[in-house]
T-cell receptor, first 113, second 116 residues
């Protein structure tokens, strides 16, 4: 039972253009959503988060949008840079089990020159 | 510098052997976690601990064991009962019970275990 889904395993975007990574969830009890970035053979690093009471959070080139009615969130990267090439994981926190995150399967982003 | 240290980075094991992965943090975080990453399956929670001398099973705890005798340390033992142990293992920590924060986890560099 995959509660957090990232349906696109990979995405290729040209440098300077917008990258949009999508994430869908099924659990209405999720109260926080986070995006992590991961390079090969390294641990994930936190990128940006959003509370379920908000619909947008922005940090520099990164913006996360949350649509609660659709149970959908997206990460926008503008402009995309070659250093953004990595695997991006969407994660969600359940208020009922507040000590753990549920992760999606990840989307591999490749930013081409 | 503060952070999470996992060792070893690479480990090979013969079938039937137990192996212990080390995780140490100097962030003064209360909570620690072990995740496993497999291709196409994201990160799955094995065990977590919110406080010293206490830990809970995650989603895939079978074949694993942990201990939390010190705040800084949360070792994971992969036992011979784990049917498919070859994977990338990630240790993480957070400030405290995630009801008190946004849920941000700080991860170590990972340990890749290969069973021969």
């Amino acid at each position: 039972d995959q509660q957090v889904k990232q349906n696109s395993p990979s995405l290729s975007v040209q440098e300077g253009r917008i990258s949009i990574l999508n994430c869908d969830y099924t659990n209405s009890m999720f109260d926080y959503f986070l995006w992590y970035k991961k390079y090969p053979a390294e641990g994930p690093t936190f990128l940006i988060s959003i509370s379920s009471i908000k619909d947008k959070n922005e940090d520099g080139r990164f913006t996360v949008f949350l649509n609660k009615s659709a149970k959908h969130l997206s990460l926008h990267i503008v402009p995309s840079q070659p250093g953004d090439s990595a695997v991006y994981f969407c994660a969600a926190r359940d208020t009922g089990t507040a000590s753990k995150l549920t992760f999606g399967t990840g989307t591999r982003l490749q930013v081409t020159l | 510098d503060g952070g999470i240290t996992q060792s070893p980075k690479y480990l090979f094991r013969k079938e039937g052997q137990n192996v212990t992965l080390s995780c140490e943090q100097n962030l003064n975080h209360d909570a620690m976690y072990w995740y496993r990453q497999d291709p196409g399956q994201g990160l799955r929670l094995i065990y977590y601990s919110q406080i010293v001398n206490d830990f809970q099973k995650g989603d895939i705890a079978e074949g694993y064991s942990v201990s939390r005798e010190k705040k800084e340390s949360f070792p994971l033992t992969v036992t011979s009962a784990q049917k498919n142990p070859t994977a990338f293992y990630l240790c993480a920590s957070s400030i405290g019970p995630q009801s008190m924060n946004t849920g941000e986890l700080f991860f170590g560099e990972g340990s890749r275990l290969t069973v021969l």
